[in-house]
């Protein structure tokens, strides 16, 4: 008897905690999924936003843009702007805003060596198409003379899994590198020619550091929190630049495009570091589709505004670079495009 | 009186029987249901591998099992690389395993099969398989990799420390307690008149475990390394973190069994969530396909040898 009861008192929260939970879900909570790499950065920005609540699902950006292409979220949020094929699932047109910008790293484990490295993006993308294979050969020594390298096999890691930070750094390879171009080119995970993979940039961090005479790539975030060494790169200006977060927010301060859909890997910018790139937030043009309200996409649009602007605050001290000013002028354009029944909502 | 008697019978297994038989129906049935349902779902899995698959099979025919470049960029797709990873880390596996399981069935399941000590071994070994399987590549790759990498340095070969033989390390670990605890039960299931003959016409520990003991469960026992196997062909997380990877085949066997390579189930858990074309995606899905074949084939081929084994 007295199981029985407390079974039904068990039955009665458990309905109670999912009426109430599903009853969250369709009230005015957004929802948004996507990126792993903006989490951090969103998990703060929506704590701090009090005017509605939000729900943001970290799975991936391939996960993110297949929940909107399925009309299941609010927002989704790619590290890198939707493909042909994409595009094409989509019902109806997509718009990009830019959230933030992020920089990847090249961080190495070389003993013996405590100097930065200078590095040229066609060196580095010889290192990974395994021509370059020891760390004193002729390529590496001209851009670090005075460095004592030694003559140590390169071994090269990668991500093992499809990824936003894979995608950057390939993206600045075939930019960068003739033969990366032809022979690899750029996505989220590629036909490495060389080396390991590690599976998440825990994976890769994980090998550098236990590995002698291994170079890896990781966001700038994740290098710093975790006191990795990285490397300073050569810019299209032939300056050698370190990863900072200003560095990567002068990278995106160039002419950009009015649908923000841009690569701003070896950036134009003569002080901006080369290998960064926006993560874009995704939402449909036209804001009436399913049974959406009005007041749920003016709810939308607002937090996105909020997001390119005093949300920005939140960039710097989690190691993202904030907007730059023409990005957050773009940004704006883009968010006043949106629409509720071909009428302007902002 | 005959009469009476008769129906006072009839009577009380009449009443028995109505709610007996009401029982007997609806358990039977509640049996048959989830039989059924588990057909159902492995047929629903199969088909859906099938359709989802179709347009990477159309596109690719059956030359995906022996393409060697896996290139989502430019849209080759071949399964070689992996299949034979997978099949390499399990094999490897499974020989290193079977020795430790079979010598800890026989130990548990004969020679001290009751007590603290026994108790406490088959707990144990029951925990292994308990453990997350993140937790065995974490562990793989901060406390074996060095370890593989210093000996891969004295032996001379290049010493990645991850790759094919520390994956089937982790998992001969892993795979360990399924083939050990289904035998600790069939060794101790050995009838004792069965024994106590043996030992009766002065045979000798070893002699009873070879001549009565081991071909009694030889059926059973193999059954245990079949569920291993399986086990060892579908593990992911941690195979993925300590293989490195790559889908480059090696050039000698060498560096097939100390240098990196990937497994069909590592491939689909990395590249799943970012595949961002119907080709690519349909090529993953396809992999799973093939996975699926690989177990069904495996198991097909293990159960004839069980069979075999039974008969002789």
Redesign the interface.
């Known amino acids: 008897m007295k199981v029985m009861k407390s079974l039904k008192v068990a039955v009665v929260a458990l309905a109670a905690s999912v009426a109430t939970l599903s009853a969250s879900a369709q009230d005015n909570t957004l929802l948004g999924a996507g990126s792993t790499f903006v989490y951090p950065l969103f998990s703060k920005m929506f704590s701090q936003y009090t005017a509605t609540k939000v729900n943001y699902q970290s ?5 993110g ?1 297949l929940q909107l292409t399925n009309k299941t979220v609010d927002f989704g949020d790619s590290d890198a702007p939707l ?1 042909a ?2 595009t094409a699932k989509m019902s109806a047109p997509v718009l990009h805003i830019p959230m933030t910008s992020g920089a990847v790293v090249v961080t190495y484990n070389i003993p013996g060596v405590s100097a930065a490295l200078n590095l040229t993006g066609k060196d580095l993308a010889d290192i990974y198409l395994g021509k370059i294979t020891t760390w004193n050969a002729a390529e590496i020594k001209a851009s670090n003379k005075g460095v004592n390298l030694p003559e140590l096999p390169i ?1 090269v890691i990668h991500r ?5 930070t894979s995608f950057i750094f390939t993206d600045y390879l075939t930019k960068v590198n003739a033969d990366w171009a032809k022979r ?9 020619p060389a ?5 998440g940039s825990e ?1 890769v961090a ?2 550098v550091k ?2 002698p005479g291994a170079i890896g790539y990781v966001e700038l975030a994740y290098a710093k929190q975790n006191h990795m060494p990285f490397a300073n790169i050569q810019n299209k200006g032939g300056k050698f630049i370190t990863p900072t977060i200003e560095a990567t927010t002068l990278a995106s301060n160039v002419v950009i495009p009015a649908d923000s859909k841009v690569s701003i890997t070896d950036t134009d910018n003569p002080k901006g570091y080369p290998i960064a790139s926006f993560t874009w937030a995704l939402i449909y043009k036209e804001q009436n589709y399913g049974s959406r309200s009005k007041a749920r996409a003016t709810e939308l649009l607002k937090l996105l505004w909020w997001n390119i602007h005093q949300g920005q605050a939140d960039c710097a001290p989690l190691n993202y670079a904030p907007l730059s000013k023409s990005a957050v002028k773009v940004a704006e354009q883009i968010l006043k495009s949106a629409t509720y029944d071909g009428k302007a909502i902002l | 009186m005959y009469k009476k008697t008769n129906k006072f019978v009839e009577n009380k297994r009449l009443k028995l029987s109505n709610s007996q038989l009401k029982w007997e129906t609806i358990f039977r049935r509640i049996l048959i249901a989830m039989s059924i349902l588990l057909v159902v779902i492995i047929l629903g899995v199969l088909a859906t591998l099938i359709v989802e698959s179709m347009p990477s099979i159309k596109s690719l025919g059956i030359g995906f099992l022996w393409g060697k ?6 849209n080759i797709y071949g399964a070689y690389p992996f299949l034979v990873g997978t099949l390499l880390t399990s094999f490897i596996a499974l020989i290193i395993s079977v020795p430790f399981s079979y010598a800890i069935a026989i130990y548990l399941g004969e020679y001290n099969p009751k007590g603290w000590l026994s108790d406490l071994l088959k707990n144990a070994i029951e925990l292994i398989a308990a453990v997350p399987s993140i937790i065995y590549g974490f562990w793989g ?2 406390v074996l ?2 370890i593989i ?1 210093t000996f891969e340095m004295k032996i001379g070969v290049a010493p ?3 790759g094919v033989l520390t994956s089937s390390l982790i998992l001969a670990v892993m795979i360990i307690p399924y083939a050990a605890s289904l035998g600790i039960t069939l060794i101790r299931m050995v009838p004792s008149p069965l024994k106590e003959a043996a030992y009766g016409l002065g045979a000798t520990r070893f002699e009873v475990i070879r001549s009565v003991i081991m071909p009694y469960t030889r059926s059973g026992l193999f059954a245990g390394v079949l569920l291993s196997l399986g086990r060892a062909l579908g593990e992911t997380m941690a195979v ?2 300590l293989i ?4 480059a085949v090696a050039d000698s066997i060498k560096n097939a069994i100390f240098g ?1 390579g ?1 497994t069909m189930a ?1 491939v689909i ?10 080709e690519y995606l349909s090529a993953l899905i396809e992999l799973g396909l093939v996975l699926f074949f690989v177990t069904v084939i495996i198991n097909l081929i293990g159960k004839r040898i069980i069979t075999r084994f039974t008969n002789d």
């Open positions: 799975i991936g950006s391939g996960g843009i493909n094929d994409q071994v093992s899994d499809g990824s936003g690899v080119g750029k996505a989220s995970a590629v036909n490495w080396g390991l993979g590690g599976k994976g994980g090998l236990q590995t | 470049v896996w290139d989502p960029v430019s790759l901060f990799v060095p990498r990645y420390g991850i993925t973190m490195g990877n790559t889908s990196p990937n590592s858990a990395n590249e799943f969530t970012e595949a961002d074309h119907t």
